[in-house]
T-cell receptor, first 117, second 110 residues
Framework: NAGVTQTPKFRVLKTGQSMTLLCAQD?????MYWYRQDPGMGLRLIHY???????AKGEVPDGYNVSRLKKQNFLLGLESAAPSQTSVYFC????????????????FGEGSWLTVV | QKEVEQDPGPLSVPEGAIVSLNCTYS??????FMWYRQYSRKGPELLMY????GNKEDGRFTAQVDKSSKYISLFIRDSQPSDSATYLC??????????FGSGTKLNVKP
C-alpha cells in the first residue's frame, strides 16, 4: 500500500518553463489537495478537489492549475514558472465526510522539490 | 492572525528528556486536532489525532487539547534522537478545511 505518491521528487526549471506534478493515491480517498511549504510560512493550500472532475482554489492558487480526471490522480500544473514558485510541494488526500468513521485526517505524499532559476 | 500558531523553535533537549510542544488556535469551532511529524526531506506523517478536549496517549506520546484556552500540546516522554524532526500541529474545520501551524523543529541530542 503506497499511500500518496508524487512524481517527480526533484526538478529544476528555468523561468517561463512549464511542468506538471503528478500525484496518485491508492486509498480510495475522495478529497485531494496540493500544498506548498516554505520556511517560516508552513503549509499553504494551493488547490483542492472534493471529487473526480471537480477542483477549487485554496489559499495561494495564482500561477497554478490543477486537474482531477480520475479519482486516484490529482495533477498540479505550472504554466509559466517563476522564481517565487521555488518551494516544496506536497500532495495529500483524505476521506469525504460521508465515509468518516472516527473523524477525518489528511495523509501526505513525500514531497516534490522544485527550483525555478 | 493565523488560525493555528506555533513556536518555530528550534528546541534542543538531551536524550531522555520530556518534551512539550505547544500550539494555540483562534477558532473556538475547531473540534479535530492533529499532530504531524516531519523528518527532513520527507512529507508530514500523522502522529496523533484527537477530538474535542482531553488527553490521548499513544506509547511515549500524549496529545492534550484545552478548548477553554484554545491550546494544543504534544508531550514526548523519554525522548530519543529518532524523535528529532519538525512537529506540525493542525486543526480541521468544516470537513475539508485543515489549518496547520508552521512547525516546531525538535533536536534530541544523544
Amino acid at each position: 500500500n503506497a499511500g500518496v505518491t508524487q512524481t517527480p521528487k526533484f526538478r529544476v526549471l528555468k523561468t517561463g518553463q512549464s511542468m506538471t506534478l503528478l500525484c496518485a493515491q491508492d486509498m480510495n480517498h475522495e478529497y485531494m489537495y496540493w500544498y506548498r511549504q516554505d520556511p517560516g510560512m508552513g503549509l499553504r493550500l494551493i488547490h483542492y478537489s472534493v471529487g473526480e472532475g471537480t477542483t477549487a482554489k485554496g489559499e495561494v492558487p495564482d500561477g497554478y492549475n490543477v486537474s482531477r480526471l480520475k479519482k486516484q490522480n490529482f495533477l498540479l500544473g505550472l504554466e509559466s514558472a517563476a522564481p517565487s514558485q521555488t518551494s516544496v510541494y506536497f500532495c495529500a488526500s483524505s476521506l469525504s465526510p460521508i465515509r468518516q468513521v472516527s473523524g477525518n485526517t489528511i495523509y501526505f505524499g513525500e514531497g516534490s522539490w522544485l527550483t525555478v532559476v | 492572525q493565523k488560525e493555528v500558531e506555533q513556536d518555530p523553535g528550534p528546541l534542543s533537549v538531551p536524550e531522555g528528556a520530556i518534551v512539550s510542544l505547544n500550539c494555540t488556535y483562534s477558532n473556538s469551532a475547531f473540534q479535530y486536532f492533529m499532530w504531524y511529524r516531519q523528518y527532513s526531506r520527507k512529507g508530514p506523517e500523522l502522529l496523533m489525532y484527537t477530538y474535542s478536549s482531553g488527553n490521548k496517549e499513544d506509547g511515549r506520546f500524549t496529545a492534550q487539547v484545552d478548548k477553554s484556552s484554545k491550546y494544543i500540546s504534544l508531550f514526548i516522554r523519554d525522548s530519543q534522537p529518532s524523535d528529532s524532526a519538525t512537529y506540525l500541529c493542525a486543526s480541521r474545520y468544516n470537513f475539508n478545511k485543515f489549518y496547520f501551524g508552521s512547525g516546531t523543529k525538535l533536536n534530541v541530542k544523544p
